[in-house]
């Protein structure tokens, strides 16, 4: 990955552990795709709520996070043993899902942080091992006489002997499995968010709430670790490969891909190393400044690398692939930009279908009120046996 303004040798030593270890329109029958289960277009039911807690998905809050429900409804209409790609994986949600109907998942993003979870979502573990490493990890720690002190930055929101814990768990996580590292990471945003009275939103921080209260971290990764070990099932294998979803063709074989199922960076310039992951990455000493300058979330750029991305997705399709996009309105410099029509537009494939909905009952009722936005979201769907390219 193209990363800028190094500072640090933890982003490659991330790199290297990574490295290591709704109201619905549905649409009319159409020509059979070969990888769906029932002949016709995708269909999407209507969704009362869009986040399931008692789910594997709950271990980390990333930005941006797709809806494990939105995706399982959608993974279940294809055929076991199709091969996914979500060449902007995030955490893995669409990757898991895939898992878990029995696709060959892969999944791609340049951020190390998210690759780094979406492994422990997906590989196989012993969970008893796993128990057995935690409890041994934490014994460790709080026998440890030296270790290092929280960085300043992220050491503001924690109660110092909660923070204190934190950096005793690091200092004996060097041999910490993907799972456990997921864990570890979700504890400190659990933690932060406890320390400061539970006042902030899930996905999200706010202002330093006096006094911090002391939270007892080796509690709280080992209820994390237990609530989400038995959701792994790490069958049929997975990859995540951290890599620019702009240069996928190298690291993915021509023609190979089935389906590609994604949800895009936001192109009004989320930013993936924001809130909770910003707290994280400081606390692990890694530079975001390197991380955020190699992902797509640049407004100014974002027609070019994103047409650069599916050019190069292109070429891991084959003539009769489906290629599904979840993407947004957004409002962009006054400006209401619906997504169906930017990436229709860029897009090297015809004749796609749209599927356009909008959620209830969630938080992003707010923002589409503020952004005057009716319809949240728009599915389109590529299917190339049927529709072709440009």
């Not at 289960?37 to 941006?64: C, D, F």
């Not at 209409?77 to 898991?96: E, K, N, W």
């Not at 606390?283 to 650069?308: C, E, N, S, W």
């Amino acid at each position: 990955m193209k990363l800028v303004g190094i500072s640090s040798s933890r982003v490659d030593s991330l790199l290297a552990r990574c490295a290591h270890s709704m109201s619905v329109m549905n649409e009319p029958a159409a020509e059979d795709s070969h990888f769906l289960i029932s002949p016709g277009k995708i269909t999407l039911r209507h969704l009362e709520k869009v986040s399931n807690p008692q789910s594997i998905h709950g271990i980390y809050p990333y930005r941006g996070k797709m809806s494990p429900i939105d995706a399982a409804q959608i993974i279940s209409q294809f055929a076991p043993h199709s091969r996914l790609l979500d060449p902007f994986c995030g955490t893995g949600t669409i990757v898991y899902e895939a898992q878990q109907y029995g696709l060959l998942g892969t999944g791609v993003d340049n951020n190390p942080l998210a690759c780094m979870i979406a492994r422990g979502k997906t590989e196989p573990l012993d969970k008893e091992a796993v128990l057995i490493h935690l409890e041994n990890a934490i014994a460790d720690a709080q026998a440890l006489t030296d270790f290092p002190r929280m960085p300043a930055g992220p050491a503001r929101y924690f109660h110092s002997t909660t923070a204190d814990q934190i950096m005793r768990i690091l200092s004996v996580s060097r041999d910490f499995s993907p799972f456990l590292l997921a864990c570890f990471y979700g504890a400190i945003c659990l933690a932060a968010r406890a320390c400061n009275g539970w006042l902030w939103t899930s996905t999200s921080i706010g202002k330093i709430n006096s006094p911090l209260r002391c939270i007892d971290f080796y509690s709280a990764l080992q209820r994390k670790v237990r609530k989400h070990v038995d959701f792994v099932r790490g069958a049929p294998p997975a990859k995540i490969h951290i890599h620019d979803a702009r240069l996928i063709h190298e690291i993915i074989p021509s023609h190979s891909i089935d389906i590609v199922y994604t949800s895009p960076p936001y192109f009004d310039a989320l930013d993936y190393t924001g809130y909770y992951t910003k707290l994280v990455l400081e606390i692990l000493d890694v530079d975001r400044a390197r991380i955020r300058g190699g992902l797509i979330q640049r407004f100014a750029t974002y027609r070019k690398d994103m047409r650069d991305a599916l050019l190069a997705i292109d070429t891991v399709v084959h003539d009769k692939s489906i290629i599904i996009f979840v993407v947004g309105n957004r409002m962009v410099h006054k400006k209401l930009v619906r997504g169906a029509d930017f990436f229709s537009d860029i897009a090297p494939w015809a004749n796609p279908y749209v599927i356009e909905r909008e959620y209830t009952n969630t938080a992003s009722e707010l923002w589409d009120s503020i952004n005057a936005t009716r319809r949240k979201e728009q599915v389109i769907v590529w299917n190339l046996a049927t529709g072709g390219r440009k």
